[in-house]
């Protein structure tokens, strides 16, 4: 199957990805090949084969959720590089839009 470049710029955009100029041959190449490759799979007798929604039917085993206290707050604030009262300080890392 045949990526153009129109369809490879409608999934970059799609994926919020950044396409450079020169890298949108070997994009639209591997694209291609990866689609031929899935396209293989209609050759596949499925009639009679239930569909699945897990590969394995095994189940998780999950531990009952109990709220415990295993670390106080001071021995979690011990190795901190900076804390006030019971709180860690960070930098600020988001922005105002303006």
């Not at 990526?3 to 990805?17: F, G, M, P």
């Amino acid at each position: 199957m045949k990526v153009d470049k129109e369809t490879l710029h409608k999934i970059a955009h799609l994926a919020r990805l950044h396409v450079k100029p020169e890298e949108e041959d070997k994009l639209q190449e591997d694209m291609s090949k990866i689609l031929t490759w899935v396209a293989k799979l209609d050759e596949l007798d499925t009639e009679g084969v239930e569909p699945q929604t897990h590969m394995t039917f095994e189940k998780n085993v999950l531990r009952d959720d109990v709220p415990k206290s295993e670390i106080t707050t001071e021995e979690a604030l011990k190795n901190a590089p900076k804390h006030s009262n019971n709180h860690f300080e960070v930098p600020k890392v988001l922005k105002r839009n303006s």
